[in-house]
């Protein structure tokens, strides 16, 4: 990697402030329910209070309060859960700017301070420099580990970067590390495992990909348009009309560069999505009836595909896994890939990571991306601000 990484900054007595990525799921009583992106953190947390620091500052976002202050969305849950993961006293802030900041950061015994959503501020989103300047002067040097907000230019991503030193942490460089030489210099064969919901989220990534894969397996909704492209039935399935003639194009795109695009033989069919005693499987979808799922000569073809990888990256789900009538597809493949012996497997965030989860399998993937839209992002060739804009080695 090219930047500079938290190892290679001074942080005993300093004020370090990290951007970290505590956008967590919370129930109505505001529990977190999944805490794998406050665990994914604690290796860089840990390291930078080895080092001891005078403070470490930890800001976030958690939700879209677009500016406005929404109780809600406070970050309390999340620096009660640091507590208890820490074992040390935290300050959790009602701002995370201003003179009553530094003040209570100042007076404060605790080591770790966490500052309120960062996203109660418009000036966030927009890159304000007056912001950025304020988030800067809090601290002394700035570590960057909120891989899931790297593909924009926030203030505390991008703009804050041009007042302070400004180091990766550990999960971002992980992230880097991974997604990187899958994109670069993967170990072949290079297998891609691509679902959810459109075509259009997929086309940058795709047309990257087929530069570097030696095949790519399609499933999910957004199959039956590619299927639709090589003039098949869909019936009613999940289908983006106007990107039947993109579908075309990039399977003859996959054929001039000898890359084996796979789609689904068969499928899992239902009359209507809330009809789950209507489901059957099928070779030829008819008016009427909507493909919900890959069927079993479908899983068994992207088995014997996976069965030679050496790489697999995994974005999108094949299926409806979130209702298990429609998930068999996506368990099947979530299981085969936690048994491949040797394989590097990647897991592009989002819904695919929510799947292996799902399943139980997540302990027995490589590396699961924390951001959705960044890894998207990251494997479709485009360089992220977060990344780009800290200082290089």
Wanted: aromatic letters at 6%; a negative charge; proline letters at 3%.
């Amino acid at each position: 990697m090219s930047k500079i990484n938290v190892k290679d900054l001074e942080l005993k007595g300093k004020k370090v402030i990290i951007r970290c990525d505590f956008n967590v799921p919370l129930d109505d009583d505001l529990n977190i329910t999944d805490d794998m992106r406050i665990q994914g953190a604690l290796p860089t947390l840990k390291y930078v209070l080895a080092q001891e620091p005078a403070k470490m500052i930890l800001m976030s976002h958690l939700g879209r309060p677009k500016g406005e202050v929404i109780e809600k969305m406070r970050l309390i849950p999340v620096a009660n859960r640091l507590k208890e993961l820490l074992g040390e006293d935290v300050l959790m802030l009602d701002d995370c700017i201003g003179d009553d900041v530094k003040a209570s950061i100042a007076n404060s015994s605790a080591r770790v301070v966490v500052l309120e959503n960062l996203r109660f501020h418009k000036e966030e989103t927009k890159n304000d420099p007056a912001f950025a300047e304020q988030l800067a002067s809090l601290a002394d040097v700035y570590v960057n580990d909120a891989f899931g907000t790297a593909h924009r230019a926030h203030a505390s991503t991008e703009g804050i970067t041009k007042f302070l030193r400004s180091a990766a942490g550990f999960l971002l460089e992980k992230e880097i590390s991974y997604l990187g030489k899958a994109v670069q210099n993967p170990e072949k064969p290079f297998v891609v495992i691509l679902g959810g919901a459109k075509v259009s989220d997929k086309i940058l990534l795709i047309e990257n990909l087929l530069k570097k894969a030696d095949a790519i397996l399609i499933g999910g909704g957004m199959a039956y348009t590619f299927l639709k492209a090589q003039g098949k039935n869909v019936g009613n399935s999940l289908l983006e009309a106007d990107k039947i003639d993109i579908a075309k194009d990039l399977l003859v795109k996959a054929k001039e560069a000898g890359v084996n695009i796979v789609l689904s033989s068969d499928f899992m069919v239902v009359d209507n999505f809330d009809n789950k005693d209507s489901l059957k499987l099928v070779t030829d979808i008819e008016d009427g009836w909507e493909g919900l799922d890959i069927g079993p000569a479908t899983r068994a073809k992207f088995k014997e595909v996976l069965s030679t990888a050496k790489t697999v990256v995994w974005n999108g789900p094949v299926g409806v896994f979130e209702i298990d009538a429609y998930a068999q597809g996506t368990k099947e493949i979530a299981e085969y890939l936690a048994t491949l012996k040797g394989v590097t497997t990647i897991v592009g965030g989002g819904d695919s990571a929510a799947a292996v989860s799902k399943f139980g399998v997540d302990d027995k993937m490589t590396h699961i991306s924390t951001g959705g839209g960044a890894s998207l992002e990251y494997l479709e060739g485009k360089v992220l601000p977060g990344i780009e804009a800290l200082t290089d080695k």
